[in-house]
């Protein structure tokens, strides 16, 4: 089974800041690694695919980036409708989906 | 517009069962393989169990093979979660899936989710 570790578990960060978060695989998994937002009470929503591709309709102040074992994703500049919780999710091993553990993102 | 609509869930003692169901509308739904992901609370997401378009393939996690299973209406455009042996560590919302297309791992689409409870 192949395990996604990410990290932070939660951060808090200032409107406009840069947020960084990485998500490491227990294997390699190409690029084939993916990134949800989920707000409280709502259901995940699909932001970046293939590792750095946006989806469509999603702000552009999104990206992601990595391959292999090491991925990070970043909000450049953090606005207040950013507030949620951030899951990356590997589809290397199909039709076994792993998500990560999640990172809780504040507004400080 | 794509839309997936789940229900059935609620409070069922341990050791009981319950059918999951998800009404699926705005796309061909025999065109794509669906998916159930739990999430309980507070916690994060959970993979439960996929399958394709045809039926021809259908997965588990192991933490739920055999008490599980997933099946498919094509013709009534409608998935099913059939959950047996239930514990309490089932208690979660359970949401239904769409895959990009036929066995992706991208799930751009979700329902609002439907809650099961496992207590005595």
């Known amino acids: 089974d192949i395990q996604m570790t990410q990290s932070p578990s939660s951060l808090s960060a200032s409107v406009g800041d840069r947020v960084t978060i990485t998500c490491q695989a227990s294997?390699?998994?190409?690029?084939?690694l993916n990134w949800y937002q989920q707000k409280p009470g709502k259901a995940p929503k699909l932001l970046i695919y293939?590792?750095?591709n946006l989806e469509t309709g999603v702000p552009s102040r999104f990206s992601g980036s990595g391959s292999g074992t090491d991925f990070t994703f970043t909000i450049s500049s953090l606005q207040p409708e950013d507030i949620a919780t951030y899951y990356c999710?590997?589809?290397?091993?199909?039709?076994?989906?792993?998500f990560g553990g999640g990172t809780k993102v504040e507004i400080k | 517009e794509v839309q997936l609509v789940e229900s059935g869930g609620g409070l069922v003692k341990p050791g009981g069962s319950l059918r999951l169901s998800c009404a699926a509308s705005?796309?061909?739904?025999?065109?794509?393989?669906m998916n159930w992901v739990r999430q309980a609370p507070g916690k994060g997401l959970e993979w439960v169990s996929s399958?394709?378009?045809?039926?021809?393939?259908?997965y588990y996690a192991d933490s739920v093979k055999g008490r599980f299973t997933i099946s498919r209406d094509n013709a009534k455009n409608s998935l099913y979660l059939q959950m047996n042996s239930l514990r309490a560590e089932d208690t979660a919302v359970y949401y239904c899936?769409?895959?990009?297309?036929?066995?992706?791992?991208?799930?751009?689409?979700w329902g609002q989710g439907t809650l099961v409870t496992v207590s005595s």
């Open positions: 399958i394709s378009s045809s039926s021809s393939y259908i």
């Open positions: 294997q390699d998994i190409s690029n084939y």
């Open positions: 293939d590792a750095s």
């Open positions: 999710q590997q589809y290397d091993n199909l039709p076994e989906l792993t």
């Open positions: 705005g796309f061909t739904f025999s065109s794509y393989s």
């Open positions: 899936a769409r895959d990009r297309y036929d066995s992706s791992g991208l799930l751009p689409y």
